[in-house]
């Protein structure tokens, strides 16, 4: 069983900057996937950004470009930089955890969320 901890949500201004971080403990040996979903209320969980134990990225297109997604391994923790923030990002944000970028989502480990919102 993965445990997962965000922290770093919080409120900021449209334009500006936000740093997530999510730590794992627990058994971490079939982990390879991490990432970041995101959740508006009355929405479905969407897909903001994955990393792969080997450093793979993958961004939902509306990030592109904003944000970026980094691992340390030894200190099972990845974090988000969320740069030029819009009110498009207000939701809540959940670390996600899976065995491969492929297992289902059904399967995967997830934080309680932090809620990040953006003021205009």
């Known amino acids: 069983q993965v445990q997962l901890v965000e922290s770093g949500g919080g409120l900021v201004q449209a334009g500006g900057s936000l740093t997530l971080s999510c730590t794992a403990s627990?058994?971490?040996?079939?982990?390879?996937?991490m990432g970041w979903y995101r959740q508006s209320p009355g929405s479905q969980r969407d897909l903001v950004a994955t990393i792969t134990g080997s450093g793979t990225t993958n961004y939902a297109d509306s990030v592109k470009g904003r944000f970026t997604i980094s691992r340390d391994n030894r200190k099972k923790t990845i974090n988000l930089q969320m740069n030029n923030v819009d009110s498009g990002d207000t939701a809540a944000y959940y670390c996600?955890?899976?065995?491969?970028?492929?297992?289902?989502?059904?399967?995967?480990?997830w934080g309680r969320g932090t809620q990040v919102t953006v003021s205009s």
């Open positions: 996600y955890a899976n065995r491969l970028p492929t297992s289902p989502i059904s399967a995967a480990s």
């Open positions: 627990g058994n971490m040996v079939d982990i390879y996937v």
